[in-house]
């Protein structure tokens, strides 16, 4: 999916089943968590020093405790199943307004195997916005591929959902700080 996503989404088009891709699902939420793991506990705290040293100040820093692993673990399998649902379905729905013969299934797969840039460079600082965008993009291939929309059309039905998640969450956390303030 990562190097040729065209001929990948083609060739994952006639798919209908979901347990596959939820097992791929749950190995790359794995892999991840350990990638993120192995970021929190020997890349962080080298980021932290050359940070803490650039701009003259002590950068603020934590232990990682070993008893929260096992429930982290636990939590962001949970979650990543839950968000990769709540997601797939989102854009279901826009593509619902575009094309009635959009599958879920075929829609949950294309969302899942897209995510994997997200999940492989997600632990490392400034190329995981590189790892979103790609994967942003191999939406756009899936949607065209699999759901033969055409490009801007499959371009408006992944961005819009993103851009107002995107506006919605600034909002809420605008509120969220206005209220502490007091």
Same mark, same amino acid.
């Given at each position: 999916?990562?190097?040729?996503?065209?001929?990948?989404?083609?060739?994952?088009?006639?798919?209908?089943?979901?347990?596959?891709?939820?097992?791929?699902?749950?190995?790359?939420?794995?892999? !991840? #968590?350990? /990638?993120?793991?192995?970021?929190?506990?020997? %890349?962080?705290?080298?980021?932290?020093? +050359?940070?803490? &040293?650039? *701009?003259?100040?002590?950068?603020?820093?934590?232990?990682?405790?070993? !008893? #929260?692993? /096992?429930?982290?673990?636990?939590?962001?399998? %949970?979650?990543?199943?839950?968000?990769? +649902?709540?997601? &797939?379905? *989102?854009?279901?729905?826009?593509?619902?307004?575009?094309?009635?013969?959009?599958?879920?299934?075929?829609?949950?797969?294309?969302?899942?195997?897209?995510?994997?840039?997200?999940? +492989?460079?997600?632990?490392?600082?400034?190329?995981?916005?590189?790892?979103?965008?790609?994967?942003?993009?191999?939406?756009?291939?899936?949607?065209?591929?699999?759901?033969?929309?055409?490009?801007?059309?499959? +371009?408006?039905?992944?961005?819009?959902?993103?851009?107002?998640?995107?506006?919605?969450?600034?909002?809420?956390?605008?509120?969220?700080?206005?209220?502490?303030?007091?």
């Amino acid at each position: 999916a990562i190097f040729s996503p065209s001929t990948f989404f083609v060739s994952i088009s006639k798919e209908e089943d979901i347990k596959r891709t939820s097992i791929y699902l749950a190995i790359m939420l794995c892999v !991840s #968590f350990l /990638l993120q793991l192995g970021s929190v506990l020997w %890349i962080q705290p080298i980021f932290n020093k +050359l940070f803490s &040293s650039f *701009v003259q100040m002590p950068v603020a820093t934590g232990e990682l405790n070993p !008893s #929260f692993i /096992l429930p982290s673990f636990i939590n962001s399998v %949970i979650i990543g199943f839950l968000v990769s +649902l709540l997601f &797939s379905t *989102v854009i279901h729905f826009w593509l619902r307004l575009f094309t009635k013969s959009a599958s879920w299934k075929k829609t949950y797969n294309l969302y899942v195997y897209s995510q994997t840039p997200v999940f +492989l460079l997600s632990w490392l600082p400034l190329l995981n916005t590189i790892g979103w965008a790609y994967s942003i993009y191999l939406m756009v291939i899936g949607v065209q591929k699999i759901h033969k929309l055409d490009r801007r059309t499959a +371009l408006f039905v992944i961005v819009l959902p993103i851009a107002l998640l995107f506006i919605v969450s600034t909002l809420v956390m605008l509120i969220a700080f206005s209220n502490l303030k007091g």
